[in-house]
């Protein structure tokens, strides 16, 4: 895993797909160059997991302090960002824009508890937009599930990330 020789985001838009564009590559120009998209790739993926790992650290520390709507938004973006980490490194592309949320569940197939990870993203993506949006007295009490079992839920979505990332690292080798 190497750092893109360009600003992240440069690398993104450049590459496309870089799944893609690696065979592409390979083809044209051979291993250590196709390796090379891969490898900058794989940073790149990782760096959406860990900021997953921060915003569930600020969930914890939001819900600690009393922060229900900060705690779940937290909670969701964790979850989001493992999941978009985890769909870029396989697809080999994620949306930069707003409609990426709605791909947020598509955990591959052979993602550990597919199912019920997607429904934690379905979940906690709910109670996101409540936290963020209503504005009524008692939407804190109409939350769907507790904001432990969002923290709960957001860190089995890293646990599992985290597992399936290395998982797969390992049987490329």
Known sequence: MIRPQMPELDFLSSTRNYQELGAKV?????DDAANSIQSQALYVGVRWIMLGGSHLRE?????RAGLVRGCYSKAYYAAYNFSKGV????KGQVSLKGD????APDFPDEFP???D???ALTDLYACRLQADYDNWGSASRM???????ALRLAGRVGANARAYVIGRRVRSR
């Open 26 to 30: 390979r083809r044209l120009v051979g």
């Open 143 to 149: 939350f769907a599930i507790p904001t432990a079992e």
């Open 87 to 90: 769909r870029y490194l396989v």
């Open 117 to 119: 990870m997607g429904k």
């Open 59 to 63: 969930a914890r520390i939001a819900r």
């Open 100 to 103: 990426d949320h709605q791909s």
């Open 113 to 115: 508890d597919r199912d």
